[in-house]
């Protein structure tokens, strides 16, 4: 089992990794068309940053 206070450093981190990815994405679509071939990069790198940040915070709640 993981000690809960590395779980909870883990979880800032992710969270600030996934909401700097998402504001990346945010930031895409404003200008558009510029750069809508990084968008499957981009999306892809966002979905992965949230599913660990999910993954993290169940670990949390089943502690």
Same mark, same amino acid.
């Given at each position: 089992?993981?000690?809960?206070?590395?779980?909870?450093?883990?979880?800032?981190?992710?969270? %600030?990794? %996934?909401?700097?990815?998402?504001?990346?994405?945010?930031?895409?679509?404003?200008?558009?068309?510029?750069?809508?071939?990084?968008?499957?990069?981009?999306?892809?790198?966002?979905?992965?940053?949230? &599913?660990?940040?999910?993954?993290?915070? &169940?670990?949390?709640?089943?502690?």
């Amino acid at each position: 089992m993981e000690d809960i206070d590395t779980l909870k450093a883990e979880i800032k981190k992710l969270n %600030a990794q %996934a909401t700097q990815l998402k504001m990346d994405l945010h930031d895409l679509s404003e200008e558009l068309p510029i750069g809508w071939e990084r968008i499957p990069e981009v999306a892809e790198k966002t979905f992965h940053a949230y &599913q660990k940040l999910t993954i993290a915070r &169940q670990k949390l709640a089943a502690n």
